[in-house]
Nanobody, 129 residues
Framework: QLQLVESGGGLVQPGGSLRLSCVGS????????IGWFRQALGKEREAVACVSHRDDITYYKDSVKGRFTISRDNAKNTAYLQMNNLKPEDTAVYYC??????????????????????WGQGTQVAVSS
């Protein structure tokens, strides 16, 4: 059974950092595009950062560029989202998602939740003083 489990969320002051983890089980994460999404209260789920299965293509939402970094450790079957200089507007539930990579694709899918089939349960991130 394919499963994704996120962790690492919490309450942090503005300017602080968090690292979210997403552990995959039942499949090899290396073959999958990985996306991190977030959903704030009353808002739609949106893509934050995505990485192709070959790790050669990344996408970042404009508002997080230079602050967030997506990565993965294939030996641990784990993906990460390093979040620095956090702002109150980053407050949301963060989800990781996986979709089998396309061998012939020259881009990474990251337009929205419908791009991804497999989802974790989410982890809450709250940025407040």
């Amino acid at each position: 059974q394919l499963q994704l489990v996120e962790s690492g969320g919490g309450l942090v002051q503005p300017g602080g950092s968090l690292r979210l983890s997403c552990v995959g089980s039942g499949f090899t994460l290396h073959y999958y595009d990985i996306g991190w999404f977030r959903q704030a209260l009353g808002k739609e789920r949106e893509a934050v950062a995505c990485v192709s299965h070959r790790d050669d293509i990344t996408y970042y939402k404009d508002s997080v560029k230079g602050r967030f970094t997506i990565s993965r450790d294939n030996a641990k079957n784990t993906a990460y989202l390093q979040m620095n200089n956090l702002k109150p507007e980053d407050t949301a539930v963060y989800y990781c998602a996986a979709e089998l990579g396309d061998l012939y694709s020259t881009s990474v899918r990251c337009s929205g939740p419908s791009d991804y089939e497999y989802w974790g349960q989410g982890t809450q991130v709250a940025v407040s003083s």
